[in-house]
């Protein structure tokens, strides 16, 4: 198993402004994902995140609004731009165990955008 | 659209009780985890399944994968306030994609 740890656990930010939110992983992996979840419901993939290349973004989720970084095989950082209340929600990096079939989650960054 | 059905989506029962949640799709996948979530926290994996037909045991929590890898099941026996979350399928492609179930909420009342 990954330890996973995600930075900031919670914030509050105003319309307009952006949050970069970090993911940092206790072993080097090589795959990273990122995801959104509103409190109680199900998580919606928003990209994967490649080491060296730039991030596999899926449907309705693109680069201007969500750019990811991921400069090691450790780290990777998720902001999400130009904040809306619709933006408000936890934020979620998790990370490929070694067997490839299993995923391990960070304990989740909960957005509210006032 | 979601690609995993859970059902039921909320379920409320006392301990002790037994309770079967399931996860359908109409897609063979290469293999399925399921998850438990509790409040503030990300979700923990309880088990993988790969093999279709595959049943897998974790105290009391039975898990199933439909023959055709399209399908799974989740039982729990006797259940314990401690069981308590939101339960989660996640169904993958190719190994490293993985699209999760609409979830099923679960509340033990002691």
């Known amino acids: 198993s990954a330890v996973i740890s995600q930075k900031p656990s919670r914030d509050i930010c105003q319309r307009g402004t952006s949050l970069t939110i970090q993911c940092q992983v206790d072993?080097?992996?090589?795959?990273m994902f990122w995801y959104r979840q509103q409190p109680g419901q199900s998580l919606t993939l928003i990209a994967t995140?490649?080491?060296?290349?730039?991030?596999?973004?899926e449907s309705g989720f693109v680069i201007d609004k969500f750019p990811i970084s991921r400069p090691n095989l450790t780290f990777s950082t998720l902001t999400v731009s130009n904040l809306s209340p619709e933006d408000s929600s936890i934020y979620l990096c998790?990370?490929?165990?070694?067997?490839?079939?299993?995923?391990?989650f960070g304990p989740g960054t909960r957005l509210l955008v006032l | 659209t979601q690609l995993l059905e859970q059902s039921p989506q909320f379920l409320s029962i006392q301990e002790g009780e037994n309770l079967t949640v399931y996860c359908n799709s109409s897609?063979?996948?290469?293999?399925l985890q399921w998850y438990r979530q509790e409040p503030g926290e990300g979700p923990v994996l309880l088990v993988t399944?790969?093999?279709?037909?595959e049943v897998k045991k974790l105290k009391r929590l039975t898990f199933q994968f439909g023959d055709a890898r399209k399908d799974s099941s989740l039982h729990i026996t006797a259940a314990q306030p401690g069981d308590t979350g939101l339960y989660l399928c996640?169904?993958?492609?190719?190994?490293?994609?993985?699209?999760f179930g609409s979830g099923t909420k679960l509340n033990v009342k002691p």
């Open positions: 998790s990370v490929l165990g070694q067997n490839q079939e299993t995923q391990y």
């Open positions: 072993s080097q992996v090589t795959m």
């Open positions: 995140a490649n080491q060296g290349s730039e991030a596999t973004y």
């Open positions: 897609s063979v996948f290469s293999s």
């Open positions: 399944v790969v093999t279709g037909g």
């Open positions: 996640a169904g993958a492609y190719n190994f490293n994609k993985f699209y």
